[in-house]
């Protein structure tokens, strides 16, 4: 499980985890982001096994 997935370190932190051929659970707050993390495991790996939330409340678009 991994927090902040879809940048930084949080990214290649999931990236790495894929490419050792662990399943995936991660989060972020830009889901677009995190679809195209997503793909990028699947290409790492075909048989990729991720889960995603998309970690968007009222409060955190209002700080943007």
Known sequence: VC???SSGIGKGTVLL???L???VAF???NKDELDKVV???KEIR???QVTTTALITK???LLR
Request: glycine letters at 24%; proline letters at 0%.
């Open 3 to 5: 927090s902040g997935g």
């Open 17 to 19: 985890l894929s490419k």
């Open 21 to 23: 051929g662990c399943s």
């Open 27 to 29: 989060g972020g707050r």
């Open 39 to 41: 793909a990028k495991c």
């Open 46 to 48: 075909a048989d990729a």
């Open 59 to 61: 409060e955190l678009s």
